[in-house]
DNA sequence: CTGAAAGCGCTTACAG
DNA sequence: CTGAAAGCGCTTACAG
């Protein structure tokens, strides 16, 4: 049986309520009795049971945390970043994967309110997400979800427009897009309008094609093949994801097409990982940290009561210059 | 204020007892009262408290899992799959990145125990995490922890050996090791046996090098520098880690080297993501998803009184042909 | 088929 | 400076 505040009581000889304060250090307490309490909780190894705790102070310290898949460079060090702040900050990271799923999605966050989580930071494409009265904290990182839930994103607009004109300034005559699902309301949606906007005041042709999960990159194969087939004279490519961008290269120089020659091509995220191990893309940079420190404060800040008003934030994103423009 | 279940008992007009047997599907209650009960909760949106549950069932559903970062290809994908299948056995995960500190290591040992979690998978090269009597079911991965606690891991000391065969088998004459941090116990010290043994045996040079920490790669220019500096005629070298197999691809061929004639080179982990954005990479595949399965099982198996013993089990790691060898 | 009571391990007014 | 009592939101014997 594990021990108890009781056990501890009765070792030290004092009331519970004695080793409760001592434990929280609240009220006054000599500094014997102090002594006494601790020498009891090493001798029988105690340790505090938090859920008794949160139980009673309505309190949890536990934070959800839900995206696609810890599987993926981008979301890999968002989540990392995410648990590392909040672990300074004395919140613990409930883990959820939704594998873009909207019913897991779902699941997931009846099971972080059922576990009395005090707020939750969620990447989700699943509009219908929060539809009753939800008075839990929440921050939705790149997507707008309802009027209380505050929103903090990279500018996936400017982001998509740098891309574009990157390709255009440097040449290309004929640039193509490729993003995921277009029936999911993501924040690569933003960089799909940019591009096609940019493209349009500059009266191009443009042309995007998707790939139904751009996470789970084993169907990007048929979609790339078939851009290839219908624009053999493509020769920019603006892909919405940096692996998407790195399948692109390799379908293309197993076609013979030479980089940046004959076909130029950009990405998106510019996680840390890609950075490292591919830094010859040339790819738009998402500010991974910040938008990890922001989501936690943010929503720390609404679990503390110090902030109310629903928040925007938006964080500038960069270039970084590899070598496939 | 969150309602509970006594307010559902009375806008159902029955005792709470009923209202948890009908919640926990315990016991006999009439079609007339469960519906009644049904419609309450629904009114008011009820949501019951795990918390409380958990305190009660002293079960909490709650599974620790610690490793240095989600941030790395191999780990993000290890968490990934721990996650889903926790999930799918109705367990959640309390995420823990421990950034190879010791004594973050201690600090999540200790937290996730204050939190009552059921068990705990941990990665960790610290052999003193848990020197006290630890009754907390525990499964380690790729590392002996205590005889309490199982063990799961792939056969790093073939996969070293496999590496090292490749490469002599394709003709290497001079073959380097380079490796993590020496003084760690990881896993990939296995590995560095295997490859010193196998050299052994055949009265070959061998050498090893060593990278200050192997999962944050800023690192690794230095000692891949000096490896060339001190043996600018190696022509094959076994990577443990795939990452800084990359970085040596990349500074190799910055070198002049031509990959696979003049130098031939061999990583360690083959991830799914590396494997689809580098699939070039001859290297060792870790069975991720056969690690991550078996982990979720033992520990649940232990948590719920199923099995005892402490068990220790080791998957068989695969080759990935690329074309660096 | 249903309810009153005790208890999970803690904390906090309230007394003293 | 310290303790007895009530309560956080649940569940489960035990009665009826």
Redesign the interface.
């Known amino acids: 049986m594990?021990p108890k505040i009781q056990d501890v009581a009765r070792i030290a000889g004092v009331s519970t309520t004695t080793v409760s304060r001592v434990l929280n250090d609240r009220g006054y307490i000599s500094q014997k009795t102090r002594d006494k309490v601790y020498s009891a909780m090493k001798e029988i190894?105690y340790?505090?049971?938090?859920?008794?705790r949160?139980?009673f102070n309505k309190r949890?310290y536990l934070i959800g945390?839900i995206v696609p898949?810890?599987?993926?460079?981008f979301?890999?060090?968002l989540?990392?970043?995410i648990?590392?702040i909040c672990?300074e900050k004395g919140y613990?990271?409930?883990?959820?994967?939704s594998?873009h799923q909207p019913d897991?999605e779902k699941e997931?966050w009846?099971?972080l309110?059922?576990?009395?989580v005090d707020g939750v930071i969620v990447v989700t494409y699943n509009r219908g997400l929060i539809d009753?009265?939800q008075?839990l904290p929440a921050v939705a990182i790149d997507h707008y979800l309802s009027e209380n839930i505050h929103v903090v994103s990279s500018d996936n607009y400017k982001g998509g427009e740098m891309a574009t004109k990157e390709l255009i300034e440097a040449g290309c005559s004929k640039i193509i897009h490729i993003n995921g699902d277009a029936s999911l309301d993501t924040p690569a949606n933003k960089r799909m309008y940019a591009y096609e906007q940019v493209m349009n005041e500059e009266n191009r042709f443009y042309k995007t094609y998707h790939v139904p999960d751009v996470a789970f990159?084993d169907q990007s194969s048929d979609v790339i093949k078939k851009l290839f087939h219908d624009h053999p004279d493509v020769d920019g490519i603006f892909a919405s994801d940096d692996?998407l961008a790195?399948?692109i290269l390799?379908y293309a120089e197993s076609q013979g097409y030479r980089i940046p020659d004959d076909l130029k091509v950009i990405g998106y995220d510019g996680s840390?990982?890609?950075r490292?191990?591919?830094?010859s893309l040339t790819t738009i940079i998402q500010p991974v940290y910040e938008i990890a420190w922001s989501s936690v404060n943010t929503l720390i800040e609404e679990v503390e009561g110090k902030k109310t008003e629903t928040q925007e934030q938006v964080f500038p994103i960069s270039l970084w210059r590899g070598t496939t423009i």
């Not at 340790?47 to 008794?52: F, G, I, K, Q, R």
């Open positions: 594990k190894n340790v505090p049971n938090d859920l008794a949160s139980l949890s945390v898949s810890t599987n993926h460079p979301f890999g060090e989540v990392a970043d648990e590392n672990n613990k990271v409930l883990l959820c994967n594998l897991k997931y009846d099971m309110r059922r576990n009395q009753e009265k008075q990159l692996l790195i399948h390799q840390g990982l890609i490292s191990i591919y830094p």
